[in-house]
């Protein structure tokens, strides 16, 4: 069982930057895939980025493409997602995910997720 913990998360203005951090507890997260996904009220979570598990392929929602960055570090079981020129639209509760790719229903853990919220 892989727990999750996201952090990072923040109020900021548009243009802003973040860095959101999500923190593995087992070794084994080497061996997975991680997904970054968020949740807008009143919406369905949607697919933001991925990265595969030695870090060399990296895939992102049009949306955020050229202004996020998703990243890991496996030394310290850990994935980031660089977030810059952020906009209102933006604002979201942001999970990380273990063990799928492009599809929510694929990965098999998940953090609890952290607030995002960009005024305008």
């Known amino acids: 069982q892989v727990q999750l913990v996201e952090s990072g998360g923040g109020l900021v203005q548009a243009g802003d930057s973040l860095r959101l951090s999500c923190a593995a507890s087992e070794r084994t997260f080497i061996n997975y895939n991680m997904g970054w996904f968020r949740q807008a009220p009143g919406k369905e979570r949607e697919f933001v980025a991925a990265i595969n598990w030695r870090g060399a392929t990296t895939t992102y929602a049009d949306s955020v493409k050229d202004r996020f960055t998703i990243s890991r570090d496996n030394a310290e079981n850990t994935v980031y997602l660089q977030m810059n020129s952020l906009k209102p639209v933006d604002t979201a509760v942001y999970y990380c995910?273990?063990?799928?790719?492009?599809?929510?229903?694929?990965?098999?853990?998940w953090g609890r997720g952290t607030q995002v919220t960009v005024s305008s």
């Open positions: 995910a273990a063990g799928g790719w492009l599809s929510a229903d694929e990965y098999h853990y």
